[in-house]
């Protein structure tokens, strides 16, 4: 059944241009998460980045300039498919490591389920790394048609090894791609055999493409090095490069939505999963911080959307407040489905696609019962409790140098930051604003009384890939 909006949306257009099937159908969504990716890493923040596909579409679509996703990536893509924060399903602590008996529960319904309710033909390729020991918790268990990639990660990009055990399946068997074929185009190529096998005009296509691009190890095609030969360094020069392969990956994936007719309908998310790790060759500048802490630098992701014909403004950069978690419920609004129940997230529709005030204002960066630190936004104002995390500084731009100017800081009590008028991070106020430090500690403390303790459980040699002919794989949990 089609939701009223959709119907009536359906017979003005039939009524109007007596065009085709296509426009009673809910747009395709293509969902593009980079993994590491720096907000200085990006050809539209930094000219020194090659990123053709990427710039064309984050300038004729609308670039997201207050997108926040969490430290790191077990958390964000948590949110991404549940629409609660982390702190609200035990994912709040680091990722889950390979040997940890860990996952998103059961009881939360992710977006791929809601989607395939409303008729959707659901597909992820690339990085899972919400829990595997157990079946039940993997993609063609939660709502996934099918599933191509990895479970865990910082698998090689070649022979998707992780700590001895391979790491590639195909829905769950597992799969072999090409040797020696890197996993951009390993990804690329399994997201256009599927946008070949789906039809544009008979179904709506959820397409969820987390890649490995651009997270350690460090290591990318030659060709793609080589667009970077003046940068003195060698790791800034492959992590370029890697970034220049996702790009092109994004370039091919784009032309096949063009070509097969899906891009009259859909809309592009791009976004990372977190903040560069500075001290892997990424970059974040002007932005304070990295990857794994509450700085601007590990939690303001590059992000943007684009589209032909759902944004009724583009070529813009739009600043409102945007959190990870809101992608549930916006783009479940967009498919025409139902929110059944409040959750973290609120439907950004309006301020992405009319540029809108946002629907929010504040959100969580994260809240760590076992890290004990946390950060709010409320407003213009940005609240941290305890050490942001280990890298404190700006890192500079090649030759790499040391970007933990700070790192000998110790910061306890709190932390207060004007984002507005301060987005880098170099002015605590919290000694000039008393009253608004109160003000947000308690909005920290009503989250706070929400929060579930943070699943974080030891390591289960069971998981072990010598248990299971050196592949990584469920049935130990
Ligand atoms: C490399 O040199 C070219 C040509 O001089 C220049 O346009 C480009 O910005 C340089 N790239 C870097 C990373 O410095
Ligand atoms: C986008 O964010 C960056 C980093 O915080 C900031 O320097 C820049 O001014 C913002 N752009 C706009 C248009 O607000
Ligand atoms: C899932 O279960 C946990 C633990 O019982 C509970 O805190 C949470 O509210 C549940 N979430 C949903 C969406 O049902
Ligand atoms: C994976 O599942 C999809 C959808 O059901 C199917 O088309 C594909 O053939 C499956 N692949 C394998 C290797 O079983
Ligand atoms: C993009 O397509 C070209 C032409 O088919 C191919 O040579 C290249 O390897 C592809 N790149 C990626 C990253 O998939």
């Given at each position: 059944?089609l939701?009223?909006?959709?119907?009536?949306?359906?017979?003005?257009?039939?009524?109007?241009?007596?065009?085709?099937?296509?426009?009673?159908?809910?747009?395709?969504?293509?969902?593009?998460?980079a993994?590491?990716?720096?907000?200085?890493?990006?050809?539209?923040?930094?000219?020194?980045?090659?990123t053709?596909?990427?710039?064309?579409?984050a300038?004729?679509?609308?670039?997201l300039?207050?997108?926040?996703?969490?430290?790191v990536?077990?958390?964000?893509?948590?949110?991404?498919?549940?629409?609660?924060?982390?702190?609200?399903t035990?994912?709040q602590?680091?990722?889950?490591?390979?040997?940890?008996?860990?996952?998103?529960?059961?009881?939360?319904?992710?977006?791929?389920?809601?989607?395939?309710?409303?008729?959707?033909?659901?597909?992820?390729v690339?990085?899972w790394?919400?829990?595997?020991?157990?079946?039940?918790?993997?993609?063609?268990?939660?709502?996934?048609?099918?599933?191509?990639?990895?479970?865990?990660?910082?698998?090689?990009?070649?022979?998707?090894v992780?700590?001895?055990?391979?790491?590639?399946?195909w829905?769950?068997?597992?799969?072999?791609?090409?040797?020696?074929?890197?996993?951009a185009?390993?990804?690329?190529?399994?997201?256009?055999?599927?946008?070949?096998?789906?039809?544009?005009?008979?179904?709506?296509?959820y397409?969820?493409?987390?890649?490995?691009?651009?997270?350690?190890?460090?290591?990318?095609?030659?060709?793609?090095?080589?667009?970077?030969?003046?940068?003195?360094?060698?790791?800034?020069?492959?992590?370029?490069?890697?970034?220049?392969?996702?790009?092109?990956?994004?370039?091919?994936?784009t032309?096949?939505?063009?070509?097969?007719?899906?891009?009259?309908?859909?809309?592009?998310?791009?976004?990372?999963?977190?903040?560069?790790?500075?001290?892997?060759?990424?970059?974040?500048?002007?932005?304070?911080?990295?990857?794994?802490?509450?700085?601007?630098?590990g939690?303001?992701?590059?992000?943007?959307?684009?589209?032909?014909?759902?944004?009724?403004?583009?070529?813009?950069?739009?600043?409102?407040?945007?959190?990870?978690v809101?992608?549930?419920?916006?783009?479940?609004?967009?498919?025409?489905?139902k929110?059944?129940?409040?959750?973290?997230?609120?439907?950004?529709?309006?301020?992405?696609?009319?540029?809108?005030?946002?629907?929010?204002?504040e959100?969580?960066?994260?809240?760590?019962?076992?890290?004990?630190?946390?950060?709010?936004?409320?407003?213009?104002?940005?609240?941290?409790?305890?050490?942001?995390?280990?890298?404190?500084?700006?890192?500079p731009?090649?030759?790499?140098?040391?970007?933990?100017?700070?790192?000998?800081?110790?910061f306890?009590?709190?932390q207060?930051?004007?984002?507005?008028?301060d987005?880098?991070?170099?002015?605590d106020?919290?000694?000039?604003?008393p009253?608004?430090?109160?003000?947000?500690?308690?909005?920290?403390?009503?989250?706070?009384?929400?929060?579930?303790?943070?699943?974080?459980?030891?390591n289960?040699?069971?998981?072990?890939?010598?248990?299971?002919?050196?592949?990584?794989?469920?049935?130990?949990?």
């Amino acid at each position: 059944m089609l939701p009223l909006k959709n119907i009536v949306l359906c017979m003005i257009v039939i009524v109007t241009t007596l065009t085709t099937t296509i426009w009673c159908l809910p747009p395709h969504i293509i969902f593009i998460v980079a993994d590491d990716l720096g907000w200085n890493d990006v050809g539209w923040h930094n000219d020194q980045m090659y990123t053709p596909n990427l710039d064309k579409l984050a300038k004729n679509g609308v670039i997201l300039n207050s997108s926040y996703v969490q430290p790191v990536c077990t958390p964000s893509r948590n949110c991404f498919m549940t629409g609660y924060y982390p702190f609200h399903t035990g994912l709040q602590h680091e990722v889950i490591h390979p040997l940890m008996p860990g996952y998103l529960p059961s009881n939360f319904t992710l977006l791929p389920e809601k989607l395939k309710t409303l008729g959707y033909t659901t597909h992820i390729v690339g990085k899972w790394h919400l829990g595997f020991c157990n079946k039940k918790y993997t993609p063609t268990y939660r709502g996934f048609d099918s599933f191509m990639g990895y479970y865990n990660g910082a698998e090689d990009y070649y022979t998707h090894v992780r700590d001895d055990g391979y790491d590639w399946r195909w829905n769950t068997s597992i799969y072999h791609p090409p040797r020696n074929k890197y996993s951009a185009e390993i990804i690329a190529d399994q997201a256009i055999n599927i946008l070949h096998r789906v039809d544009p005009d008979i179904q709506p296509l959820y397409l969820y493409l987390p890649f490995q691009s651009v997270h350690d190890p460090l290591q990318v095609p030659e060709r793609y090095e080589n667009i970077y030969s003046n940068i003195t360094s060698k790791e800034r020069r492959t992590y370029c490069g890697m970034v220049s392969a996702l790009d092109e990956a994004v370039g091919n994936i784009t032309q096949v939505l063009k070509s097969r007719g899906f891009m009259k309908n859909a809309l592009i998310v791009f976004t990372t999963d977190n903040g560069g790790p500075t001290y892997l060759a990424a970059n974040n500048l002007p932005l304070r911080g990295a990857k794994t802490t509450l700085w601007e630098g590990g939690t303001k992701g590059v992000s943007f959307v684009y589209s032909e014909n759902l944004l009724s403004k583009t070529g813009y950069i739009n600043t409102e407040m945007i959190h990870a978690v809101d992608w549930f419920p916006t783009l479940l609004y967009l498919a025409g489905g139902k929110l059944g129940e409040s959750m973290d997230g609120v439907n950004q529709w309006k301020t992405i696609s009319e540029g809108k005030l946002s629907a929010r204002n504040e959100f969580i960066y994260n809240i760590d019962d076992i890290a004990n630190n946390a950060a709010i936004r409320v407003g213009k104002y940005k609240l941290i409790q305890g050490s942001p995390g280990s890298h404190n500084g700006w890192t500079p731009l090649p030759p790499l140098m040391d970007d933990d100017s700070a790192k000998n800081k110790t910061f306890s009590g709190y932390q207060l930051f004007d984002i507005e008028n301060d987005p880098t991070e170099h002015y605590d106020i919290a000694d000039q604003c008393p009253d608004t430090v109160q003000q947000l500690i308690s909005r920290l403390k009503h989250y706070r009384t929400t929060m579930v303790p943070a699943h974080f459980p030891n390591n289960d040699k069971r998981g072990d890939p010598i248990n299971f002919d050196w592949v990584w794989s469920s049935g130990w949990c």
